[in-house]
């Protein structure tokens, strides 16, 4: 490696701050006693990577819903793994590196830039100029970030550089990876994606074919990467056909915009999902995801953190992946954003005292609107209002990532010890909380939910989350 950067790292590791204080998860390290771990990161200068072969020089117009005000922002994915003593003589860093120039061949738009459009719409220059891409060393084993690699990762922004100015959305790469060897012999693969043209279905696309050409097990991509823009683009004329209450614009008259915001990560293991259930009807638990069983629970335990008042309205958009909606099959390896998050609504008070059972509902009432003619209305929706932001005052929006396979990626090193969401909160909007799957201390496999709240609100929602599995009754 040539042209370090050098910068010392004293990562404070603290129970509070990386660890749920929840009464029912027992896999808690402790760590609040152990020294500050120091560790020296070394880094290359930037470099871009180029698709591998000539690629066609065109723009191509985003759709509708890849240009909406919300998916105008980045957002980072870690993936940590472990030497594997097969791999010896091996650098991660040069498998990457060329599989990333292959596999841009055939996913070419994503070496170009974003560029304005006409009437507020998003074109990407397809130019070749490349992503950018990061070489790196740590002076730290896998083993010293702890027994359960969870976010929020100490420094992150030290196993993702992302240099000043890269954080527009327009005319900075679309991708930027770098890779971070361990001196164990593991590494770390930290990227960041601009989601005004890919969604995570389509990054983790774009990684399976990456990772299968790093094995040497690839040539090309296991499927066609698919364009199809135009198929999410508003119709003529445009026609909104649903009542988007994840849009509302509305006015806050009082949870003033809070700022320090905290995040931490949740395990919901076997025993704490299971004594969540029980707080369910028997009925309703045999046909409630463990997804809208958790979002139901967070959301309302948020809401009782946050301490709203009790008449005014409340917000959780779920995030639906529509690709499987659509009767065209054209969208089925579809890479850019295919998706609509409506809006389960409810009164704060009357969500806080009602049974679980009300929420999940509401949850699962919303989830199924998604449709095809859900998202062609979304679609309209944006050009006929000027492609709004989500409603953000009283909400949250909610991923569930858990059967995206990121943590399923081998890149010739196995599967990644840790795989997905690097932080909570999207761009701006710190209220977006991540479903990824984990493991605990113990080994048991569950599910992590990033969480961000205002540092003052997160100890009252941690206290929410424990008082609520200790009620006997559903009238919590």
């Not at 990562?11 to 029912?24: D, E, G, K, V, Y």
């Not at 409506?342 to 009432?365: D, T």
């Not at 949250?396 to 010890?417: M, P, Q």
């Not at 909570?424 to 709240?453: C, D, R, W, Y």
């Amino acid at each position: 490696m040539q042209h370090y950067t050098h910068s010392l790292l004293t990562l404070r590791f603290s129970t509070l701050f990386f660890h749920a204080p929840m009464a029912f998860s027992h896999d808690l390290e402790v760590e609040s006693s152990s020294p500050p771990l120091v560790f020296d990161v070394r880094r290359s200068e930037p470099e871009l990577v180029a698709p591998a072969k000539p690629t066609p020089r065109e723009n191509k117009l985003l759709s509708d819903i890849d240009t909406q005000a919300g998916l105008r922002i980045q957002i980072p994915i870690i993936q940590f793994y472990r030497n594997n003593q097969s791999m010896a003589g091996k650098d991660p860093v040069k498998a990457i590196r060329h599989a990333l120039a292959e596999t841009l061949v055939f996913y070419y738009p994503l070496a170009g830039r974003i560029k304005d459009g006409p009437d507020g719409s998003l074109v990407v220059d397809c130019n070749e100029e490349g992503v950018m891409f990061i070489e790196a060393d740590a002076d730290i084993t896998l083993q010293q970030f702890g027994h359960t690699i969870k976010p929020p990762f100490p420094n992150f922004e030290e196993l993702l550089y992302q240099p000043p100015g890269s954080e527009a959305v327009t005319n900075t790469p679309i991708f930027i990876i770098q890779v971070t060897r361990l001196k164990c012999g593991g590494f770390i693969l930290a990227l960041r994606f601009n989601h005004t043209i890919v969604d995570g279905v389509g990054v983790f696309q774009f990684a399976t074919t990456m990772a299968g050409i790093a094995r040497g097990v690839l040539q090309e991509p296991p499927f066609e990467p698919l364009w199809h823009r135009d198929l999410l683009r508003a119709r003529d004329p445009p026609r909104v056909t649903f009542n988007h209450r994840e849009y509302e614009q509305l006015t806050d008259s009082g949870d003033a915009v809070q700022q320090n915001f905290e995040q931490r990560s949740f395990f919901f293991g076997p025993a704490e999902t299971a004594a969540i259930r029980a707080l369910l009807p028997r009925d309703l638990d045999q046909h409630a995801t463990t997804f809208e069983v958790l979002t139901s629970y967070v959301w309302r335990c948020r809401t009782r953190a946050l301490q709203f008042n009790p008449k005014e309205d409340v917000r959780m958009m779920c995030i639906v992946d529509a690709r499987g909606k659509f009767t065209s099959a054209l969208l089925t390896n579809y890479y850019g954003s295919c998706f609509g998050f409506p809006a389960s609504v409810a009164a704060a008070g009357e969500l806080s005292s009602e049974p679980l059972e009300y929420a999940v509902r509401l949850i699962q009432k919303a989830r199924s609107e998604v449709s095809e003619e859900y998202v062609h209305s979304v679609a309209d929706l944006m050009a006929t209002s000027g492609r709004p932001l989500f409603t953000v005052v009283r909400s949250c929006l909610v991923l569930d990532t858990t059967d995206i396979g990121f943590r399923d990626l081998d890149l010739g090193w196995g599967k990644a010890v840790y795989g997905g969401m690097a932080v909570a909160g999207a761009g701006t909007f710190p209220a977006v909380n991540f479903h990824v799957p984990s493991q605990n201390a113990k080994g048991e496999e569950g599910i992590m939910v990033l969480v961000s709240l205002p540092s003052q609100v997160m100890k009252i929602f941690a206290k929410e989350l424990d008082d609520n599995l200790v009620k006997t009754n559903t009238t919590i």
